[in-house]
């Protein structure tokens, strides 16, 4: 009796999230809070979690008007 695919596949994982990535889309998305009308030098003091929840905050509005 064989042991079949089951046992044989190799464990599947999800990609790591790398450094540049991050920093791509960090800045990717200082840019889009530019574009909507906040100050840059406002935007380069925010820290990540800062800046996430204020795209947050913008999609909601602009989804609700």
């Known amino acids: 009796m064989g042991t079949g695919r089951k046992f044989n596949k190799a464990p599947v994982s999800r990609p790591k999230k790398s450094v540049g990535e991050r920093t791509r889309r960090v800045a990717t998305?200082?840019?889009r809070?530019?574009?909507r009308g906040m100050d840059e030098e406002a935007v380069r003091?925010?820290?990540t979690k800062q800046i996430?929840?204020?795209l947050m905050e913008t999609a909601?509005?602009?989804a609700s008007a």
């Open 60 to 62: 909601k509005a602009t």
């Open 29 to 31: 998305q200082r840019k």
């Open 45 to 47: 003091k925010l820290n």
């Open 33 to 35: 809070l530019v574009a």
């Open 52 to 54: 996430r929840e204020l």
